[in-house]
């Protein structure tokens, strides 16, 4: 059974720093591409920031680039989402997500996801 478990999100003022966590299981983790996405009230869900199986490659949404940072430790199965800087307007819920994929890339396209955590809720003060 696969399973993606989110944690870290919390209440923080603007210019704050968390940083979230997704544990994987019941798969082979370095098959997977994965990423983080969000979703604020009355808005679509929107890619934030994605990587490769192998944590080579990285890819940022627009609004945020310079201020998150994603990383994977495949050894202990682990999806990371530091992020700096934080604005008001990044107050959503945000989702770990995994698709196999063996290629050098990843992709900020929701519907590339197959596997989704529950996500974790990210508030963030002016």
């Known amino acids: 059974q696969v399973q993606l478990m989110e944690s870290g999100g919390g209440v923080v003022q603007a210019g704050d720093s968390l940083r979230l966590s997704c544990i994987f299981s019941?798969?082979?983790?370095?098959?997977?591409?994965a990423g983080w996405f969000r979703q604020a009230p009355g808005k679509e869900r929107e890619g934030v920031s994605c990587?490769?199986?192998?944590?080579?490659?990285?890819a940022y949404a627009d609004s945020v680039k310079g201020r998150f940072s994603i990383s994977r430790d495949n050894d202990a199965s682990t999806l990371y989402l530091q992020m700096n800087s934080l604005e008001p307007e990044d107050t959503a819920m945000y989702y770990c997500?995994?698709?196999?994929?063996?290629?050098?890339?990843?992709?900020?396209?929701?519907?590339?996801?197959?596997?989704w955590g529950q996500g974790t809720q990210v508030t963030v003060s002016s």
């Open positions: 990587i490769n199986w192998s944590g080579t490659r990285t």
């Open positions: 019941g798969f082979t983790f370095d098959d997977y591409a």
């Open positions: 997500a995994a698709t196999e994929s063996n290629g050098l890339d990843c992709d900020l396209g929701v519907y590339e996801y197959t596997y």
